[in-house]
């Protein structure tokens, strides 16, 4: 039987079957000789031990696609980075790192700004079109107005979707509206993996729909891009590539004479709000001290 890893405590693991419910199952002791480890989100093959009782063994974990380390969770095929519009205001620095964390790790990413009944169709027209640029699908959610939760809902069909933001922004409300009409019939997750007994948080996978998983992600509240070297960083600012070039190779894009990246947020094609973000970060990376 083949389901998903999508809780994993104290050395049990609850993998989700589709159509058959949550089984709560230990990994063979072969994973140990192997130095394997199950991780949330791997896809795997399950031996059921007890199907009353919804218990099983862990036989096989299939190919990762890919894999996390902070935090860990496997098999993810998108982020939604989740801001509000208003309420609070949006932290353009963090959601850059947010977004230059996302690209670090490979995975496509979908911004959402949430609580959208709070501006007005000129602040949305903006706020899409410089992250629609940096290479952003852009939607807008509102719980009040039920704007863009069908079309959240098509965007999340058939995949595994990790949930970045920061606190205050709406997102444990757009998690619960995509549970609404949940399709299990085996009763609720919470009951099934005792959340409430535990009190670390751990990367936790909530199925949605049938191959629809939203993955809880604590880890991904605050993100630092350390690893990066400041001469990096422009490499993952892609509204920095404008028609022509840079007088200088490598060109960093601040003091630098006839540089294409300054005149073009001088005439607006670059986001202005952009270009200032990625001065403080560079100076940020440029002062860390490499050992």
């Known amino acids: 039987m083949q389901g998903k890893i999508i809780k994993g405590i104290a050395g049990f693991y609850y993998v989700h079957v589709a159509e058959s419910g949550i089984y709560e199952c230990k990994a063979k002791g072969i994973f140990r000789k192997n130095n394997e480890k199950p991780t949330v989100g791997d896809d795997c093959i399950i031996e059921v031990i007890s199907e009353e009782e919804k218990k099983g063994?862990?036989?096989?974990?299939?190919?990762?696609?890919?894999?996390?380390?902070?935090?860990?969770?496997?098999?993810?095929?998108?982020?939604?980075?989740?801001?509000?519009?208003?309420?609070?205001?949006?932290?353009?620095?963090?959601?850059?790192?947010?977004?230059?964390?996302?690209?670090?790790?490979?995975?496509?990413?979908?911004?959402?700004?949430n609580k959208a009944d709070l501006i007005d169709d000129a602040e949305k027209a903006q706020i899409a079109k410089v992250y629609e640029r940096a290479g952003n699908t852009v939607i807008f959610t509102s719980k009040k107005t039920m704007e863009g939760i069908d079309k959240l809902r098509t965007i999340l069909s058939g995949k595994t979707t990790t949930v970045a933001g920061p606190s205050g922004v709406g997102k444990s409300s757009l998690v619960n509206l995509m549970q609404?009409?949940?399709?299990?019939?085996?009763?609720?997750?919470?009951?099934?993996?005792?959340?409430?007994?535990?009190?670390?948080?751990?990367?936790?996978?909530?199925?949605?729909?049938?191959?629809?998983?939203?993955?809880?992600?604590?880890?991904?509240?605050?993100?630092?891009?350390?690893?990066?070297?400041?001469?990096e960083l422009k490499d993952f600012y892609p509204d920095f590539e404008v028609e022509g070039r840079c007088r200088f190779d490598g060109c960093n894009h601040l003091k630098e004479p006839d540089c294409v990246v300054k005149s073009a947020v001088d005439s607006g094609i670059v986001s202005k709000i952009r270009y200032e973000n990625y001065v403080l970060l560079f100076e940020e990376l440029k002062n860390i001290k490499r050992y």
């Open 57 to 113: 063994n862990i036989s096989e974990l299939l190919p990762r696609r890919n894999e996390l380390l902070r935090p860990t969770v496997s098999n993810v095929d998108q982020a939604l980075v989740i801001f509000a519009c208003k309420s609070p205001d949006i932290n353009y620095n963090l959601l850059d790192r947010f977004l230059i964390r996302m690209q670090m790790e490979g995975i496509p990413t979908v911004m959402v700004f």
């Open 180 to 231: 609404s009409n949940v399709y299990m019939q085996t009763g609720s997750i919470s009951e099934k993996i005792e959340r409430g007994k535990h009190t670390t948080r751990h990367s936790e996978i909530i199925p949605i729909a049938e191959s629809t998983y939203i993955v809880d992600t604590p880890g991904f509240s605050t993100l630092y891009i350390n690893e990066l070297t400041a001469e």
